[in-house]
Every structure is written in structure tokens, then in C-alpha cells.
């Protein structure tokens, strides 16, 4: 096993290697190999594993890479990822890939996917609708259809048919290693100070650019590792940060966020990594049907995801009671639309339950990283003074 430390900065390396140099690497391996990417928030990538393919989250560039031609590219009054993925896509930093899937997010994302097809990068990109209306008859039929779009899209590339057998192990290998994921929060929900969550963001950013098998192996020993007493105890509050589902904060805000006195003990940063709830069945005879009824059943909640039978300031709630958290930080990409016209709806969902809050915004490659750290640290001290 390693040692906790050397797979740290595996991790952190992998993260935000904007070149994708271990993927790239992988497809050379072998014959057939996919490299398909994505964007945030959450794809199906079992079909992509049974493809003979790579899933690849593409996250952005933080402040990893200076934007210029993605400037030119969109109006000023949008957030930084999509400028940043069109630079990565402009200066090579994409080339090899297959594919790209660009989930339901929002308009902007919508038109950046129209700009990869203008600019022929890869062999396909798809923007991947999701159901808005939850009966299987309906929305199930068609989400299934748009996963079926995906698959002769990989199929035109390289000819390999996706087979039950190979969507049913792929679909046993992504439930593992969610509950690896899920097995890490529980943990630091408890002993948040043995794994800090800018550890936790590397740990999972990185298993977005390598296989899952190989994850999976890092996360059990990652487990091994924090399951043991690491680190010393401090009197810092318990937080649920949320808004951040799509456009990644700075590592600079969650250390931040960390220093001025909080411990995150859930957040939605990499969310389409635990996006379905519990396991999907592994042993249907139907397993595009069975990634179809986890999706509609077991999806978490998240402001690009229409969940009117199920409103997400209530659930956002419970998951903070489920935390034991003693407060929330609403932290929301500029300009992000979903996240904040969602967001005064659920403030009063905390009001109505008494959970005290937060709230700021940041660009992924900038921040007043002083100002939030401020912040936090006041309501910190708040919380501790008169909670």
C-alpha cells in the first residue's frame, strides 16, 4: 500500500494536469481505446466503460491557464468555464480525445457544445439532455434513447458493441466506487480533521482522468488510511457548502474556507462523482433500463436538476441534519444562473428550519479569497458565540 502522502500527490498531479497526460497514455495501451470527455455535473460513464472507453472530466482550468482566445469566444456576463474549456480546446490541450458529452447544464453549456461541433473537435459531441418529466414511459424512454445516441456515437468511432455483460461489470465497478466515495464522507463527517476536503477534492478530481478500477484501488487504501487517527482535533464548526456543482471553486476558497474555522463535511464540488444515490442494479437483463430507473429514482438534488415532486431546499436541509452540520455556505460560480436564482428559495428553507447561512461567489481561476475567508470566519465565530 501506499503511503497516504505519495497517493496525495498522485492526485493533486492528476487533477489538474490540463493536458491529460496519464488518459492520453492509457488509450495508447491498447487497441480500440476511447478517450470520451465530459463536463461537469454527472454522465453515465458505465456506457462509456463498456465502450472500451475512457470517461474524462473536464473541469475547467482554475487558475491553471490564462484565458485569451476563449474571450473572444462569449460575452462577458457568463462564468469562467466555458471561456476555459474553449481556450483548452483552441490550444491542443484536447486533441486525442474521441468524444465529448456535454450534460444539461445550462444555456452555456448548451453553446459550447455547439462550438466544439463548429470547431470539429472529436469525432462526436453530444450534448446529453436529461427527462424533466420523471415517468418511465415517458422520460425513462427518453433518456434511455439519449444514452442509445451516445453509444453509436462511440460505436462509429471504434466498432466495439456495448453488450449487456460489459455495462453490467461496468455498472459494479462505478457503484463500488461510489460507495468508496460515500464510505470517505462518512468518515469525515465524524473525524473531519484526518482528511481535510481539499484532500477529499483531489482524491475524487483525480478519478475523473484515470480508470475506475484503478480509483478504486486508491480509494480503498486512501480508506485504510484515514480510518486510523490522523491529524489533531480542532474547535472548528461543521458545514454543508453548496452551489458549486458545476464550475469548480479555487483550491485557494475551500482552504479558505477551512482556515477560517469550518469543517466541510459535505459539499456538492464533484457531484456528478455521487451523483446516484445507492447502487444500480448490476444484474438486470435490462441494464440500460436499470441506469435509466436509478437516474429517475435515485438522482441526488442539484439546481440543473429539475426535481419539482421533490424541492431541493428541503433536501438540502435534511442532508445538513444528516451531517450534523451547524451551518451552510452557499458558494455559487459568478453568473451561474441555476445556482442563483435557485438560491433564495433554499435560504428560506434554512430560515424555516433555523440552520444559519452564508452565502458569496467566486470565479474559478480568481477570488477574494480574504474577503471569503473573512466571512467564514465571522460566521464561524458566530455559530460558536450564540448557535
Known amino acids: 500500500m501506499k503511503p497516504l502522502d505519495t497517493i496525495l500527490k498522485e492526485c493533486e498531479e492528476l487533477s489538474f494536469d490540463l493536458n491529460f497526460t496519464s488518459a492520453k497514455k492509457w488509450k495508447t495501451q491498447g487497441k480500440d481505446r476511447l478517450l470520451v470527455g465530459f463536463l461537469p455535473i454527472y454522465v453515465p460513464r458505465e456506457i462509456i466503460h463498456a465502450a472500451n472507453g475512457l470517461p474524462v472530466g473536464i473541469m475547467g482550468v482554475g487558475d491553471r491557464k490564462q484565458i485569451i482566445k476563449g474571450d473572444a469566444y462569449y460575452q462577458s456576463y457568463i462564468c469562467h468555464l466555458p471561456r476555459g474549456i474553449i481556450e483548452m480546446a483552441l490550444d491542443k490541450n484536447l486533441d486525442d480525445f474521441d468524444g465529448f458529452m456535454f450534460p444539461a447544464i445550462c444555456d452555456c453549456v448548451r453553446n459550447l457544445s455547439g462550438m466544439f461541433k463548429l470547431s470539429k473537435k472529436g469525432n462526436f459531441q453530444r450534448y446529453f439532455d436529461y427527462p424533466q418529466n420523471f415517468d418511465p414511459l415517458v422520460g ?145 437483463k435490462a441494464p440500460l433500463a436499470a441506469l435509466t430507473d436509478a437516474y429517475i429514482n435515485q438522482s441526488t438534488f442539484s439546481s440543473a436538476y429539475y426535481d419539482v415532486g421533490n424541492p431541493r431546499g428541503k433536501r438540502l436541509v435534511k442532508l445538513a441534519k444528516e451531517r450534523n452540520a451547524d451551518g451552510i455556505i452557499f458558494a455559487a460560480a459568478s453568473f451561474c444562473d441555476p445556482a442563483l436564482l435557485d438560491r433564495p428559495q433554499m435560504q428560506k428553507e434554512c430560515d424555516d428550519a433555523g440552520i444559519p447561512h452564508i452565502n458569496f461567489q467566486f470565479h474559478e481561476n480568481t477570488g477574494q479569497l480574504k474577503v471569503i475567508k473573512e466571512q467564514a470566519g465571522t460566521f464561524s465565530d458566530s455559530i460558536k458565540l450564540w448557535a
Not at 165 to 185: C, D, S, T
Not at 197 to 221: C, D, F, K, S, W
Not at 265 to 274: A, H, I, K, T, Y
Open 140 to 284: 425513462g424512454i427518453f433518456y434511455t434513447q439519449e444514452m442509445e445516441k451516445v453509444m453509436d456515437d462511440m460505436f462509429a468511432v471504434n466498432k466495439i458493441k456495448v453488450t449487456d455483460e460489459k455495462l453490467n461489470n461496468a455498472i459494479q465497478l462505478y457503484n463500488k466506487n461510489r460507495k468508496l466515495i460515500e464510505a470517505i464522507y462518512d468518515i469525515r463527517q465524524e473525524f473531519p480533521w484526518r482528511f481535510s476536503a481539499v484532500e477529499t477534492y483531489h482524491v475524487l478530481r483525480a478519478g475523473l482522468t484515470i480508470p475506475v478500477e484503478e480509483h478504486n484501488t486508491m480509494l480503498e487504501q486512501v480508506l485504510e488510511h484515514i480510518s486510523k487517527e490522523r491529524g489533531e482535533p480542532m474547535d472548528n464548526i461543521r458545514v454543508v457548502v453548496t452551489g458549486s456543482f458545476c464550475e469548480q471553486p479555487p483550491i485557494g476558497l475551500i482552504k479558505s474556507i477551512e482556515m477560517a474555522g469550518c469543517y466541510i463535511v459535505e459539499d456538492d464540488f464533484m457531484l456528478g462523482s455521487r451523483w446516484i444515490q445507492g447502487d444500480v442494479d448490476a444484474k438486470s
